[in-house]
């Protein structure tokens, strides 16, 4: 492996994605040789070096792995030790899978895990559009003013949404695409259109299915499925 930047190296090696590395980087959580990581150090692993994340020791990247998983409500994606609702306690332990992407504690449905930081970068990255859907139930019927509303795009405290995909499900539930992934964005969406989510569950990332995956379980990634998540522009 030729030499990479810290970050990109801690992203093969399955820690977090680029974006993430970085910020562990820029906390001063990251050593190389017990001295502090900086965003320009470049590293390869045939170079015998002590790297650590918060006083851990990184191992070498290992064989990816994609995994897709049917998250339930009440587990939290982010991967808190300490937290006895986290994914992370639900996880393997080697090789070490993160979420590529979130769905809030309150949600339900498809989750990619994996340990190639590249692949999640990507998908992560707002400027790639990826398409994620989703079937939401609300606690009131759905008028023909709150679809046009929600597909045009609605605005809420600093943000404007973009145009999206929405289909109505019956006189309570809709399917709506996004191609962006804002914080708790559908809620805030409804919310601000005067509707509460009562379930929110995610169906598909790109092409992808959860399809009949039982919850709280996992299933490697297809080879057809991974070709559509590796074909990113």
């Known amino acids: 492996m030729s030499l990479v930047r810290i970050s990109h190296y801690l992203a093969l090696c399955g820690v977090a994605s680029r974006r993430q590395a970085s910020r562990l980087i820029e906390s001063g959580t990251v050593t190389i040789n017990q001295q502090r990581a900086n965003h320009s150090d470049r590293v390869d692993s045939s170079t015998l070096l002590n790297i650590c994340v918060n006083g851990q020791s990184v191992s ?18 982010r991967l808190l030790i300490n937290d006895p609702n986290s994914l992370l ?12 992407g979130r769905l809030d504690k309150n949600s339900r449905g498809l989750l990619l895990l994996t340990n ?25 019927p759905l008028t023909a003013e709150f679809l046009n509303d929600m597909a ?26 996004l191609t962006q992934g804002l914080n708790r964005q559908i809620r805030r969406m409804c919310q601000a259109l005067g509707f509460k989510v009562i379930d929110l569950l995610r169906t598909k990332l790109m092409a992808v299915c959860l399809d009949d995956l039982p919850e709280k379980t996992m299933r490697p990634v297809s080879a057809a499925e991974l070709l559509i998540l590796q074909q990113l522009s």
């Open 116 to 140: 190639d930081g590249e692949l999640t970068q990507r998908l992560m990255h707002p400027d790639f559009h990826h398409s994620k859907t989703y079937v939401v139930q609300v606690d009131k």
């Open 152 to 177: 045009q795009g609605v605005s809420y405290a600093e943000v404007q949404t973009r145009p999206c995909a929405i289909t109505l499900v019956n006189s309570t539930t809709f399917e709506i695409v």
């Open 89 to 100: 306690h639900l996880l393997p332990a080697s090789p070490r899978l993160y979420p590529a």
């Open 60 to 77: 070498a990247p290992q064989q990816k792995q994609y995994w897709l998983y049917h998250k339930p409500v009440g587990i939290d994606c």
